[in-house]
């Protein structure tokens, strides 16, 4: 069965640093997202990606974060300078038809970004 | 603001006996309820969704119902088994958006 793929599992940065996450989302799917969970609380909506550009984000998305799909398998998340407080499971996500008619997400494993 | 709170944060039962997880949402205009199943260092997992024409769903040992008016939707788990303990979350997914709004998350143990 198709997956989404993450790539680092793990990053340890130092704060104020760029940090640029991978995803590979499965391949026919249109949509694409990122979810942030910190440690031990729910899962928060960051931003979502369709047809090459933003379609939503959240508050939490600010001008330090930036997306991107490089070409046609990788979709990127860059935190420009990273803060203590940015240190999260970051999930990226992906579904063939939006979500917008109800159709499921697909998580990725995640990468665990841990800010010092 | 779109809000899901889920209860109760933590949930043990004996192998074998009944689960339910409960959640209420706040955007009226909500249509699409999945439920997560995510176990310690993994992602989220669907177990089991339901959209807003349907009052309740049923896949062998899990069920969901939704009470539209009450903006209430609920996850029942029957027979538990040991393999059943994780961090279940819900989350509700308002029409016309791209974001799931996601409950704070139940961690159901079941004893052996």
């Known amino acids: 069965e198709p997956e989404v793929t993450q790539t680092p599992s793990h990053q340890v940065t130092q704060m104020g640093q760029e940090v640029i996450l991978r995803c590979v989302p499965i391949?026919?799917?249109?949509?694409f997202y990122w979810y942030r969970q910190i440690l031990g609380q729910k899962v928060e909506f960051l931003v979502s990606?369709?047809?090459?550009?933003?379609?939503?984000k959240s508050e939490i998305f600010d001008d330090q974060f930036s997306v991107e799909r490089p070409d046609g398998s990788n979709f990127t998340l860059k935190i420009r300078s990273t803060k203590l407080e940015d240190s999260a499971m970051y999930f990226c996500?992906?579904?063939?038809?939006?979500?917008?008619?109800?159709?499921?997400?697909?998580f990725g494993e995640g990468s665990w970004l841990t800010v010092v | 603001g779109e809000n899901v709170e889920q209860h109760p944060s933590t949930l043990s039962v004996q192998e074998g006996d009944s689960a339910v997880i409960k959640c209420t949402y706040s955007?009226?205009?909500?249509?699409?309820f999945p439920w997560y199943k995510q176990e310690l260092g993994k992602r989220p997992q669907l177990i089991i969704d339901?959209?807003?024409?349907?009052g309740e769903k049923k896949d062998q040992r899990i069920a969901v119902t939704l009470n539209k008016t009450a903006k209430h939707f609920s996850l029942h788990i029957t027979e538990t088994q040991p393999e059943d303990s994780a961090v279940y979350f819900c989350?509700?997914?308002?029409?016309?958006?791209?974001?799931?709004?996601f409950g704070t998350g139940t961690r159901l143990k079941v004893l052996a």
């Open positions: 990606f369709y047809n090459n550009e933003i379609s939503e």
């Open positions: 955007d009226s205009a909500s249509n699409y």
């Open positions: 996500a992906s579904n063939r038809l939006s979500s917008y008619s109800g159709n499921t997400i697909y």
């Open positions: 989350a509700a997914v308002r029409v016309g958006t791209y974001k799931y709004i």
């Open positions: 391949s026919n799917h249109l949509y």
């Open positions: 339901i959209r807003s024409n349907v």
